[in-house]
């Protein structure tokens, strides 16, 4: 079973960038979708970003379009979530999984393969 293990996490102003990263044990080319979700403290998890085979098979939550952009390169087994503009309703703990379900899913039920989170802290 693949392994996921987020990094990039930090402590940024409103208005300010991150990149966080998912990187995987095994090639990713043979996994179609991949995800972001995110966890406020005393909040359940939500959808937040999710690719598929290709650069534009992409699907956001509308509380981060246009702010954050998801990718990934097969070549070295990662995805990635640039944050652009980022408020202090982004803080959050990441995680990034594989979608088993449905291309197009939001719903954390069809993710699997969970990564361990990043926090991401951003004051304002």
């Known amino acids: 079973q693949v392994q996921l293990v987020e990094s990039g996490g930090g402590l940024v102003q409103a208005g300010g960038s991150l990149k966080l990263s998912c990187a995987a044990s095994?090639?990713?080319?043979?996994?179609?979708?991949m995800g972001w979700f995110r966890q406020a403290s005393g909040k359940e998890r939500e959808f937040v970003a999710a690719?598929?085979?290709?650069?534009?098979?992409?699907y956001y939550t509308d509380s981060v379009k246009g702010r954050f952009s998801i990718s990934r390169d097969n070549a070295k087994n990662a995805m990635y979530l640039q944050m652009n503009s980022l408020k202090p309703e982004d803080t959050a703990v990441y995680y990034c999984?594989?979608?088993?379900?449905?291309?197009?899913?939001?719903?954390?039920?069809?993710?699997?393969?969970w990564g361990q989170g990043t926090q991401v802290t951003v004051s304002s």
């Open positions: 095994r090639r990713t080319f043979s996994i179609s979708n």
């Open positions: 999984a594989i979608n088993r379900g449905y291309y197009g899913s939001r719903d954390q039920t069809t993710f699997a393969s």
């Open positions: 690719i598929g085979w290709g650069a534009d098979d992409t």
